[in-house]
């Protein structure tokens, strides 16, 4: 049987799942047993001599790493399904740097990495399964200890191991042009200045920099800065340092406050009040800790600890609406013992300067207060929780179920989780979803539902109008034997499926999305960059009005006005028809960073206005993955992005020759409809804009560009070891803050 291909990215999570499954001892044997033997995980241990729990726990993370796959199944007495394992059947090739193809000669990528394998994702069964699909439509909370351990034992039973991946949801009005705008509030200096580029205006999400139009807070390898930013002639760093015994990642301000989340290691011979190793709850020797951490900052130079908490599990993401935050964490229970005590997460608080120490951590929730969606089951835990940022005093909201989360989106009122179920034999991928409402840092369970197919970020998702809009793939583009197809689904408050429209751009795959009103924008890619129009006005009817083919793709679409679209990707030009041919492939070379303003007035006809490529092959920009490092104020005909510039030495040879890397900086273009993109210069942390030519293969990394933002006429740019002050208009250097 011939085997099929999968590509993964080096940087993408599954490549440190492969590893770690790979690296343990009992995986191996395991791997080794199921080469010769189908069987389910009671056979494996039975066999191996080795206990259930473990081989649950590695079968988990080689299916997780697409070693394993399921075969088939069985009814257990209990009425159950068991599942049967065997060795996966398809070859993993894991690529150096994000393509959308396969773009090198096969024999550099198996100098990369190449396994035989087949890359089969994991399915969540029902508690009680049957071969019917089951709209899912009921929160519940179990009734005692024991239903909560039995549904953890179905999971485990059934091969529903939680490894669902949630995908963040976009959702806004019209009103989300407005969300790079401009603010006075919170700073006293009176100067207009940006905020954080956020997909739903209202809604901020934590990053490694804000401002209040006066002062600049920062997060830098794990620690706080605070400056004085606005005017130039005070500008200074008042505080930089370790704030507590943990690791900073990003922040939210408030009113003289402000709220980071952080992560913590608790070392495993600490132990907590149940007379259990704190890292005995988890497979490795530190268990990992969400830290939350608010500060009151009314002295900038001596910002003082007020309130402290502690999640176990892994920090996925946040919101603020108001003074609220909503943050959402995984965790993951032991596998050795199911007792109940053990596998709720451990939580702690703590009021002032006190650090919280692991004897501090108790279950976060007692076992009846652990709610579950009807038909979702998972061995992993998640919480959505709520702090206020100016209410030191309010109570700390917290809702923890059975579930897994990577992704999480809020509009103003809801907060929507995706779930996506991956292939399993004959059945489809599927997207189920799940709605909570917000209000005044309460969380309560609304709606569930599902569509077809896997979704790409959270600008697949939106709200508007009391109806929810999403875009999904189904399938791979490089299979073969079956076309992914590209979707759009309308669904009402009960997400009810209410308009479908599906079979977008077969072959291809979805690469970015916008949604603005009654209109959708929906870019595929393979070969050529389709941008798609679609007429969502009829929400039980949700259609094509027009689309655009151009060369290459654009990983983020942003507003420009209500007709006009900023798009940012890479450029692309066909491969070879030879070369197509002998790889039995459709595709096309990458090339350098590409910027493009479409205009979607007339919507049966897009156009591109304005198009230019920054650099050659190689060359990159963290706002094609982040959107958060993307600067653009209508008004001030303003854009900012930082660019990692690849340049092609001499004469190009093929049209896959990667450039070297001879700059890293700030790019910053006036930017209109009359005249498009005008470059008015590069701004650098690096001493001399050859840096990159002397470094070699090994270059500075810490004076990277990473975000930018604007006070008044003054452009601020941050990197891992500077605050740089450049005029607005001239671009001129007038002060550098050096971090220690």
């Not at 389709?530 to 259609?543: A, H, K, Q, R």
């Amino acid at each position: 049987m011939a085997k099929d291909f999968d590509i993964i990215d080096m940087d993408d999570e599954k490549t440190g799942t492969f590893a770690e499954a790979l690296k343990n001892e009992t995986s191996r044997k395991i791997l080794n047993y199921l080469k010769k033997n189908k069987s389910t995980i009671t056979d494996i241990a039975d066999s191996l001599k080795l206990p259930v729990s473990t081989v649950h726990y590695n079968i988990q993370k080689l299916q997780k790493a697409g070693l394993v796959k399921v075969h088939d199944f069985h009814w257990s007495p209990k009425g159950n399904k068991v599942f049967i394992y065997t060795i996966s059947n398809k070859v993993m090739v894991f690529r150096p740097d994000k393509m959308p193809f396969l773009e090198v000669h096969m024999k550099a990528i198996l100098s990369i990495f190449l396994v035989a394998i087949a890359l089969v994702a994991i399915v969540a069964y029902p508690f009680n399964s049957n071969d019917e699909p089951t709209m899912l439509n009921k929160f519940n909370k179990f009734s005692s200890e024991k239903e909560l351990l039995d549904a953890l034992e179905s999971a485990k039973d059934s091969g529903g191991f939680g490894d669902m991946v949630f995908a963040a949801f976009g959702g806004a009005k019209l009103a989300v042009m407005e969300t790079a705008a401009t603010s006075n509030v919170g700073g006293s200096s009176g100067a207009d200045y940006s905020e954080t580029n956020v997909q739903v205006a209202g809604v901020d999400e934590a990053d490694i920099i804000k401002t209040d139009g006066e002062y600049i807070y920062a997060i830098s390898d794990g620690k706080l800065i605070i400056a004085k930013a606005y005017p130039e002639s005070s500008a200074e760093i008042l505080f930089e340092g370790k704030v507590g015994d943990f690791y900073a990642n990003e922040l939210f301000i408030g009113d003289d406050k402000i709220l980071i989340f952080g992560t913590k290691d608790y070392p495993q011979e600490n132990y907590g009040k149940m007379g259990i190793a704190v890292g005995e709850r988890m497979p490795y020797y530190y268990s990992p800790s969400v830290s939350v951490r608010l500060f009151d900052v009314s002295d900038r130079e001596n910002p003082e600890q007020i309130r402290s908490l502690e999640f176990e599990g892994g920090y996925i993401t946040s919101r603020m609406i108001g003074s609220d935050v909503y943050f959402v964490v995984n965790s993951y229970p032991s596998y050795e013992d199911w007792v109940c005590g053990d596998v709720v997460p451990l939580y702690a608080e703590a009021r002032g300067a006190t650090e919280i120490k692991s004897t501090d951590l108790v279950p976060i929730a007692p076992c009846t207060d652990i709610g579950y969606i009807d038909h979702t089951p998972t061995q992993n835990f998640l919480t959505l929780a709520s702090i206020s940022i100016d209410d030191e005093n309010k109570e700390v909201e917290k809702e923890t179920i059975l579930g897994y989360g990577e992704n999480v989106y809020a509009s103003i009122d809801n907060l929507y989780i995706a779930q996506t179920n991956w292939n399993l034999g004959d059945e489809k991928q599927k997207t189920v979803l799940t709605r909570f409402s917000l209000d005044d840092g309460k969380i309560e369970f609304e709606a569930n539902g599902e569509v077809p197919g896997h979704i790409l970020n959270q600008f697949s998702m939106d709200e508007y109008d009391n109806y929810f809009r999403i875009a999904t793939t189904v399938g791979e583009v490089w299979n073969s034997e079956e076309k992914s197809t590209n979707n759009v689904y309308v669904l009402d408050e009960d997400l009810k499926i209410t308009g479908t429209l599906e079979g977008l751009a077969p072959g291809e795959s979805i690469y970015s999305v916008r949604f603005m009103g009654d209109r959708g924008y929906v870019v595929t890619f393979k070969k050529v960059d389709p941008l798609f129009v679609i007429d969502l006005g009829d929400t039980s009817n949700p259609m094509v009005l027009g689309k655009l083919k151009i060369p290459g793709y654009s990983d983020y679409l942003h507003p420009y006005d209500e007709t006009h679209l900023i798009g940012i990707g890479k450029d692309a030009v066909d491969a070879e028809e030879e070369l197509s041919d002998a790889r039995n492939l459709d595709f096309a070379w990458y090339q350098g960073v590409k910027m493009a303003i479409f205009d979607v007035s007339d919507v049966e006809n897009p156009i591109e206005m304005y198009k230019v490529t920054i650099g050659d092959r190689g060359t990159d920009s963290e706002a094609l993955h982040n959107h958060k490092a993307f600067l653009f104020d209508k008004e001030k005909e303003l854009l900012v992005l930082p660019i990692t510039l690849a340049e092609i030495q001499g004469e190009q040879k093929e049209d896959n020759q990667y450039g070297d890397i001879t700059f890293q900086g700030a790019y910053v273009y006036n930017l209109n409809l009359e005249d498009g993109f005008e470059l008015r210069g590069r701004i650098s942390h690096h001493d001399s804009e050859n840096d990159y030519l002397k470094y070699g293969y090994y270059p500075d990394y810490n004076y990277n560009i990473q975000r930018s933002l604007y006070i008044g006429d003054i452009l601020y740019t941050l990197s891992g070891k500077r605050l740089q002050l450049n005029d607005l208009d001239s671009l001129e250097k007038l002060k550098i803050l050096n971090f220690i």
